[in-house]
């Protein structure tokens, strides 16, 4: 009996021992193999699934190294504050300027020229806000002004947390402004705009459930890709999209974190990872998810997915989006008036 | 609490015995219609729900969610985490608890507020004190940084914060028992000349095994469960850092209901297991420890 209590303890002793050098060795391994992170916003994940396979595949071919591309998605202001906080981010993928000046300004992470690092204000791809509506068009809403109207229900995410909500105020507001030249008249107009909203969601992805799912709101504005994606996920008999006379040019900017790549050595990794998003392959795949791609090719051969559309862009139209933030977004700026108007 | 339901069942009887007492047939039957309608509601018809959704799809979509190499990575880093977090609450506890009920210091009446903290204060808060201590940011992380120790954002921080949320269930199922308990039997055993870990082995551990074992399980069950803190230290990198809890959220996002109800059912499973033992150490417990009511 002692014996064999003895025996169960040197076993267990061994195993413990076996099981804490394997512990460490797969520590060591998963240190060995390079491996680059990629913080992204909330709805870029089907398309950072695809481009990740693609690039290892790419960079195997090219260098003949194996690469690991991790990808972490949420709330695009959380995700940029999580970067400051020490998540190991070698490169940032946003739908949004601010929430990488952000970088810039806590903590320097990213380089203050980051725009000019890049193709096209380092913006891989762009997308624009439209309407979705119910199949036939019941309400026959063809342009901003409807949804402005009374008896309207538009769902729209909210502009203080999401910056497809923040998209979806813009553009309303650039188009009123471009029709009048008036702030006075912009304000009004996304003042009625907002009346006609029942839900507020905080990001994208919720607006879409509130208003497929529990079948809330004649309209839902979005971006095109989240539209299209609706489309072919949920069933073209169920809904349709509707491109307003003028919308807002929705680009989204991809950045090195510096700090992060000189600390891990990846920045010749990270720097190919972004090139490859404006490459022909990856310009593909990002038009398979129904971002508009930079490259003129490849967005001829998908003409027929995006119909041309009047944009413009927020920093010509509006000002710097420093003071575009400041005026309309910030704690009783002009969002939060018209809000509390309602 | 394992020696309460003995308690119940013979005060039960005993109500039930006197005319005085004993309450009309309609009011019986109204309590247990609403006990048993609020049960099936809230509890029973949410988690047939999950086993319903995440068949929906069929066999082969159910698999397929669970041997995925996200998920996968997600189920063995829940069990890491559980078993680094629940052996230490154990050691943690048993310390807190002797510490408590077997020595008289200043200051007594704090620490058993203290150990009620993370129950106390919401999940997030918790996480988030983690990431004020050791993110880059924050008051260590400019040395961890430095000496490249990843703490939050990695899976020591996701170990921190379960612990800190998991810390009292042990202690607080130890402290009653050992309280009701107090020290004779081990100043009898040092008496006789036992060392003090034999004492602790022979007398105090017996002793409070049931109740330690039940402590146990409710940690391990958090352990596995938990969202809120987990989610703020995570930094959500696939694969890397979610547990299971984030990718069921992950997946639910994503519009893969199939798959997220897969991976939510064997977290159901599990507490379902964690359960099936905790009443199978109730019973266990249950005639070894004399009634409630004796004292």
Redesign the interface.
């Known amino acids: 009996m002692q014996s064999s209590i003895a025996g169960w303890r040197r076993r267990l002793a061994y195993g413990a021992v076996t099981f804490s050098f394997l512990f460490l060795m797969s520590i060591v391994v998963l240190a060995q193999a390079t491996t680059i992170l990629n913080v992204s916003y909330d709805v870029a994940r089907e398309l950072y699934k695809d481009i990740n396979p693609a690039f290892i595949a790419d960079w195997k071919a090219k260098t003949g190294e194996t690469l690991t591309v991790n990808q972490s998605h949420g709330g695009s202001s959380k995700q940029a504050l999580s970067v400051i906080a020490g998540l190991d981010a070698d490169v940032i993928t946003m739908n949004q300027p601010p929430d990488i000046d952000i970088l810039v300004t806590r903590g320097g992470l990213v380089a203050a020229d980051w725009r000019k690092r890049f193709p096209h204000n380092a913006t891989p791809y762009t997308t624009t806000s439209v309407f979705l509506v119910r199949k036939g068009n019941p309400k026959g809403i063809k342009d901003w002004d409807d949804l402005a109207k009374p008896g309207y229900q538009v769902i729209v995410p909210n502009p203080k947390t999401s910056g497809n909500g923040r998209y979806t105020y813009l553009a309303a507001w650039g188009y009123a402004f471009d029709k009048t030249k008036s702030e006075q008249v912009a304000r009004e107009f996304v003042t009625k705009l907002f009346a006609n909203v029942p839900v507020l969601d905080g990001g994208g992805r919720g607006a879409t459930t509130t208003f497929t799912q529990r079948d809330v709101g004649d309209a839902l504005v979005t971006f095109e890709n989240e539209a299209i994606a609706i489309s072919a996920e949920l069933g073209t008999d169920k809904f349709e999209i509707v491109y307003p006379s003028i919308s807002i040019d929705a680009s989204a900017p991809v950045a090195l974190v510096e700090k992060v790549i000189a600390k891990k050595g990846t920045a010749k990794v990270a720097g190919a990872y972004l090139e490859f998003l404006f490459s022909p392959a990856g310009q593909e795949i990002i038009a398979k998810h129904a971002y508009r791609p930079r490259d003129a090719t490849v967005l001829a051969k998908f003409a027929n997915r995006f119909p041309p559309i009047k944009t413009f862009d927020v920093e010509e139209t509006l000002g710097s989006w420093a003071d575009v933030q400041k005026k309309h977004f910030a704690d009783g700026g002009i969002y939060d008036q018209i809000i509390l108007k309602k | 609490m394992a020696t309460a339901a003995v308690g119940l069942r013979a005060g039960a009887a005993r109500f039930e015995a006197n005319t005085a007492t004993r309450d009309p047939v309609w009011v019986k039957g109204l309590v247990l219609f609403l006990g048993l309608a609020f049960f099936s509601l809230f509890l029973l018809l949410p988690l047939i729900a999950v086993f319903v959704e995440a068949f929906r799809r069929g066999w082969g979509v159910y698999i397929a969610a669970l041997v995925e190499p996200d998920a996968v990575s997600a189920i063995k880093l829940t069990l890491l985490t559980a078993a680094i977090a629940v052996p230490l609450n154990l050691v943690f506890g048993i310390a807190v608890a002797w510490a408590i009920t077997k020595f008289d210091f200043r200051g007594k009446q704090m620490l058993i507020t203290f150990i009620d903290l993370p129950f106390s204060v919401s999940p997030v808060v918790a996480g988030l004190i983690y990431?004020l201590v050791?993110?880059?940011?924050?008051w260590f992380?400019p040395w961890l940084?430095e000496h490249g120790i990843?703490v939050?954002?990695a899976v020591p921080g996701i170990v921190l914060a379960t612990v800190f949320v998991t810390f009292p269930f042990v202690a607080r199922e130890l402290i009653p028992l050992m309280q009701a308990q107090g020290r004779d039997e081990e100043e009898a055993a040092l008496v006789l000349g036992a060392s003090g870990w034999q004492m602790f082995r022979k007398v105090t551990l017996p002793n409070i095994k049931w109740a330690l074992l039940y402590g146990v399980i409710l940690c391990n069950a958090r352990a596995m469960g938990e969202f809120g803190a987990v989610s703020v230290v995570s930094?959500?990198?696939?694969?890397?850092t979610n547990t299971m809890p984030l990718h069921v959220e992950?997946l639910y996002?994503?519009?893969q209901f199939a798959a997220a109800f897969a991976v939510a059912s064997l977290l159901a499973t599990l507490a379902l297991v964690t359960l099936a033992i905790k009443t199978y150490v109730e019973w266990k417990a249950a005639p070894s420890t004399p009634p409630a009511e004796a004292p």
């Not at chain 2, 050791?134 to 924050?138: E, L, P, T, V």
């Open positions: 990431v050791f993110g880059a940011q924050g992380g940084g990843k939050i954002f930094g959500h990198i696939r694969g890397l992950i996002n994503e519009y």
